[in-house]
């Protein structure tokens, strides 16, 4: 698959003409300006603007073909920073494609100004800059390459990016002393050249041209492109041409390029000297000030930056935007340092005077220009470890925070936020949850609800009440970007909070904060939550807190009362209480909840948490005392039993006593058995610190009669059945019936009246009560202590929190 991919990747690298660059539409005011068609494009790489150039050859003449061949010569061989830069050139299908930079042809731009459109005050001072940077350019071929243009006009020149003014059309550039050269054999050829051309060429031809000085021709063509440029049209008479818009420096100057004595015509290399002398057309223009001074910052050094800078920025106000996106920005980007191992002053130099000022520029650039010019400097310095730096960044945020992505936020941004609410200084922390405010609708999902929520929780208890009051704002600020599911869980506690604190501000704030956000609570959260939270602040010590929670309380008394009107009532009845056939009450409803008691034992609490342990153990002495009334209620129903149904013979003495009070054999503990873990676990918390009693059931066999056995005529009832059950470590008695010797030998057991067993068993059920409470005590002793070790367990974490942060 990926050598698949590669290979179509490869293709479509591939396709068209040019293998770099994309060829789109063509640029439709540029036509009959030149030989070229003029098309937009972009790199395939980076998808960057170009300009292309292109020439069908099987439309062009021979002589076309030669001067498009010479002009690819040309700019492929002669740099200058006022020419247009080559690219890139290929001949496809019968066509040359010729790649440049962007560029916008200047007739573009002239036709606007002639109709007034982006006129401005500053456009004479434009003009003049971009007019010097083609004086330059010419000066440059006429006195470093002894060439002659020879196609000056605003077909020829073009605007960069930054709006500078640059020379092209280098169609029939050469030299007279080349052999044949193009600009005396065919410099009536391109569409523009003859309507500039000097009157002795337009009369005698090019040839004559070798005759004067190199600058004539070009000289001449200049003075028209100036013209034209400041006043919209080429004047009919010359050199007496009407001033309009021409600066005054200027004007002079131009008259002499175009003077009728060829030998006294000003050359454009005089030209610019006499523009950059004092008083001078360049000397007094703001732009080419700061072109200049811009130049010179690059090779100053510290001291001398700075006054340049402060320079640079009482012009500002004069610079068109391009002009400082294209031309300031770089030169800023080149100087700035935010990375380790720079010089200190360096660093502050950077934090100080030029982030500021880079930022600011920034903020007039769409996002696209943005990413590309100043990402990766300011991407890359969010990670710097220099805190100043790092609050000029945070202070500064609302500069750039809409040209940063979704995806650069979160990965790049947001670990710069993290870095800084851990921060010691209070203005970093506050600057941080200002860039919450603003980054906030950017942050992913895992982001707003997991780790902003965890540090805005540790800013509410921060020491600074500033601090803590920016925290509750930036809460009720994001609600709405908060999941449905979570926003009770996350704000009532969240603003609760804020109204315990010391300072009105921040209670009143917090009350303010309910109210903002009371569509975000139904009526059963409010009911439930937040008027809880509320209410101690009804007689809070300020009056504006109390009259302020009165008001808020209201509203949510009136939403609760409108959530209650749409439910139905419900009514549950306590279960009906009948006697069974015996006349005995049976306590149905206690066996149903004694069963779901023993049913929860042992296994509840092995799976509570520690919080609920204690409680699992009450349930557990609740139902043994359940037991116990159950219990007795059995007992009761045998004597009645007993009383009701005793024979008056003597075979009564074989008939077996009332049933032994059994033992709780599924709920109690045996010292015998194999215990589980859990058990072994409540076993010890029950008898801790507790001497061992014995077992219940042999109190009931061991204690005497409270009150003697009464008189009666009948001889006792005995039992020929075993004794009650003991504990299983003693040894069993048999059951066998004694021998009649040893029947008369033995003592006579008395047999328990009704009064004396129901005695017995109201001191069981006291002892049983007494357990309970031993029970309850010690459960209470158990949560107190799970409260104290979980206590302690967070203090122990927020001092090793507050010593990673130191």
Not at 231 to 245: C, D, E, M, W, Y
Not at 249 to 259: D, E, F, G, T
Not at 345 to 371: N, R, Y
Not at 774 to 794: H, P
Request: hydrophobic share 40%.
């Amino acid at each position: 698959m990926d050598y698949l991919r590669s290979l179509s990747s490869a293709l479509t690298k591939g396709a068209g003409p040019l293998s770099n660059y994309e060829i789109g539409l063509e640029v439709d005011s540029y036509y009959g300006q030149s030989i070229w068609k003029l098309f937009e494009g972009k790199s395939r790489n980076d998808s960057s603007p170009v300009s292309i150039f292109m020439l069908d050859q099987t439309r062009a003449s021979r002589e076309q073909i030669a001067m498009a061949q010479n002009a690819v010569k040309k700019i492929r061989s002669i740099r200058h920073p006022y020419l247009v830069k080559f690219l890139e050139v290929a001949e496809s299908q019968g066509a040359i494609y010729l790649v440049v930079e962007h560029v916008e042809p200047l007739v573009n731009r002239l036709a606007a100004l002639s109709q007034g459109k982006g006129r401005e005050s500053s456009t004479p001072s434009w003009i003049a800059w971009g007019l010097g940077h083609v004086a330059k350019a010419l000066a440059f071929l006429h006195d470093q390459t002894n060439s002659i243009h020879g196609n000056v006009h605003p077909g020829s020149i073009f605007l960069s990016s930054s709006e500078e003014w640059l020379l092209g059309g280098l169609e029939i550039l050469s030299s007279p002393s080349e052999p044949d050269p193009l600009v005396l054999k065919w410099g009536g050829l391109p569409p523009k050249s003859n309507a500039y051309a000097p009157p002795e060429v337009s009369q005698g031809g090019w040839r004559v041209a070798q005759e004067y000085p190199i600058h004539t021709v070009d000289s001449y063509a200049f003075c028209l492109l100036a013209i034209e440029a400041f006043n919209g049209k080429v004047p009919s008479t010359l050199p007496n041409f009407a001033v309009g818009r021409i600066p005054a420096p200027l004007y002079p100057l131009l008259k002499r390029m175009v003077h009728p004595e060829v030998n006294k015509r000003l050359a454009v290399s005089e030209l610019v000297r006499l523009g950059t002398q004092p008083g001078g057309f360049l000397a007094t223009n703001v732009l080419y000030e700061v072109e200049t001074l811009l130049e010179e910052f690059r090779i100053a050094d510290q001291d001398a930056k700075t006054g340049i800078l402060h320079q640079v920025l009482a012009q500002q106000g004069h610079l068109a935007p391009v002009f400082e996106q294209f031309k300031v920005l770089p030169v800023l980007i080149e100087a700035f340092r935010y990375q380790q191992g720079y010089r200190p002053e360096d660093m502050e130099f950077s934090t100080h005077q030029l982030l500021p000022v880079m930022l600011k520029i920034g903020q007039k650039m769409d996002s696209a220009s943005w990413m590309r010019l100043l990402g990766d400097p300011i991407i890359g310095a969010f990670a710097t470890q220099d805190r100043a730096m790092l609050h000029t960044l945070l202070t500064h945020a609302q500069m750039y925070s809409a040209h940063l992505s979704d995806s650069v936020v979160s990965a790049k941004f947001w670990p710069l936020l993290l870095k800084s609410f851990h921060s010691p200084l209070d203005p970093i922390r506050s600057a941080a949850l200002e860039c919450v405010a603003l980054f906030f609708p950017k942050f992913n999902e895992r982001i707003l609800n997991n780790e902003l929520l965890r540090e805005l929780a540790k800013l509410q208890k921060d020491v600074r009440p500033a601090i803590r009051l920016q925290t509750t704002k930036i809460l009720s600020q994001l609600s709405h970007r908060l999941r449905a599911s979570t926003k009770a869980d996350v704000l009532i506690p969240a603003f609760g909070y804020s109204l315990r604190d010391t300072y009105d501000q921040i209670r009143l704030f917090g009350i303010a904060a309910f109210e903002d956000n009371a569509d975000n609570f139904d009526g059963e959260v409010s009911a439930k939550s937040v008027i809880p939270a509320l209410s101690p602040c009804l007689v809070d010590a300020n009056g504006e807190v109390r009259d302020k929670a009165l008001e808020v309380l209201q509203l949510y008394l009136d939403k609760v009362t409108t959530y209650t009107e749409s439910l139905s009532s419900v009514t549950t009845e306590m279960p009906a209480i009948a006697p069974n056939h015996t006349g005995v009450v049976e306590p149905q409803a206690q066996n149903t909840q004694s069963k779901t008691t023993k049913k929860s034992a042992f296994s509840a609490f092995l799976s509570a948490t520690a919080g609920s342990a204690a409680t699992a153990l009450t349930d557990w002495a609740m139902a043994q005392i359940e037991e116990d009334e159950n219990l007795a209620t059995q007992v009761t129903l045998g004597l009645q039993n007993e009383i009701t149904h005793t024979p008056d013979t003597t075979e009564a003495q074989e008939l077996s006593p009332p049933p032994a009070v059994p033992l709780h054999a599924s709920r109690g503990i045996s010292l015998n058995e194999k215990k589980s873990k859990g058990e072994q676990v409540s076993h010890a918390i029950l008898n801790a610190n507790k001497e061992p009693k014995p077992k219940v059931v042999s109190k009931i066999n061991d204690t005497k009669p409270v009150m003697p056995p009464p008189a009666t005529s009948k001889p006792p009832l005995t039992s020929t059945k075993a004794p009650p059950a003991v504990p299983t470590s003693a040894p069993l008695i048999s059951a066998a019936p004694p021998s009649t010797k040893a029947a008369q030998d033995a003592p006579t057991v008395p047999t328990l009246s009704k009064e004396e067993k129901m005695a017995q068993l109201n001191k069981l059920r006291e002892e049983r009560r007494a357990d309970y409470g031993q029970v309850s005590g010690r459960s209470m002793e158990f949560q107190d202590g799970w409260v104290t070790i979980r206590e302690a367990l967070r203090c122990h974490m927020m001092e090793s929190i507050h010593v990673l942060d130191e």
